[in-house]
């Protein structure tokens, strides 16, 4: 059984650049969150993806958006980068129906200059 | 909105102590989890609590649930470095996401 994994591990962004990071679910679930966490600070949730649909969205604007992939793997691309954008991006993954356990990937360090 | 608090935010012991951490809040949460996080790493699940007074054990770690599912405690017996990390609990509910606490950045000192 394979965990969640992520790519890159590390990338640095130019302010008003666009970012793609992948994630790749744990084996046997349909079911991928994104979270940003802040230096300091515990995750936040910024949307979750199910059957290829976003299935909720916290407090987070447009330029922040997703993609879930019939292999349920999943891309979280951010427009017009910001300062405030640096962070780490977590992946989870769960399976729908049981209750809301997640398992998280190793993450992605983005600094924007 | 739905808020976690934990405290404390930072502990630092020695090696053999024991400790405990709190999570509180305002809300009412279905199921409730334990995460230790190492640094530049992702959170890593230690335990779901779901059933309002629920104690679970994990070898040195003692999980609580509170009897209205409102806030939760671990306790660590006989701390050890390898204890170190950031400690985060999250609420989850029916919907979709969970909620999570600043966490407790905990130090065992050898």
């Known amino acids: 059984e394979t965990g969640v994994t992520q790519s890159p591990t590390h990338l640095i962004k130019t302010r008003g650049q666009q970012v793609t990071l992948r994630c790749s679910s744990q084996?046997?679930?349909?079911?991928v969150s994104w979270y940003q966490q802040a230096l300091g600070q515990g995750p936040q949730f910024i949307f979750q993806?199910?059957?290829?649909?976003?299935?909720g969205r916290g407090n987070f604007p447009p330029r922040f958006s997703g993609l879930q992939f019939p292999n349920y793997s999943s891309e979280l691309n951010v427009n017009a980068l910001e300062l405030d954008d640096s962070a780490l991006y977590l992946c989870a993954s769960s399976l729908t129906g049981l209750r809301t356990e997640a398992f998280f990937g190793q993450g992605t360090r983005l600094t924007v200059v | 909105t739905q808020l976690l608090e934990q405290s404390p935010q930072f502990l630092s012991i020695q090696e053999g102590e024991n400790l405990t951490v709190y999570c509180n809040s305002s809300?009412?949460?279905?199921?409730l989890q334990w995460y230790r996080q190492e640094p530049g790493e992702g959170p890593v699940l230690l335990v779901t609590v779901v059933t309002g007074g629920e104690v679970k054990k994990l070898k040195r770690l003692t999980f609580q649930f509170g009897d209205a599912r409102k806030d939760s405690s671990l306790h660590i017996t006989a701390a050890q470095p390898g204890d170190t990390g950031l400690y985060l609990c999250a609420g989850g509910g029916s919907n979709y996401k969970l909620t999570f606490g600043k966490g407790t950045l905990l130090t065992v000192n050898p």
């Open positions: 809300s009412v949460f279905s199921s």
């Open positions: 993806y199910y059957r290829e649909e976003e299935n």
């Open positions: 084996s046997g679930h349909n079911t």
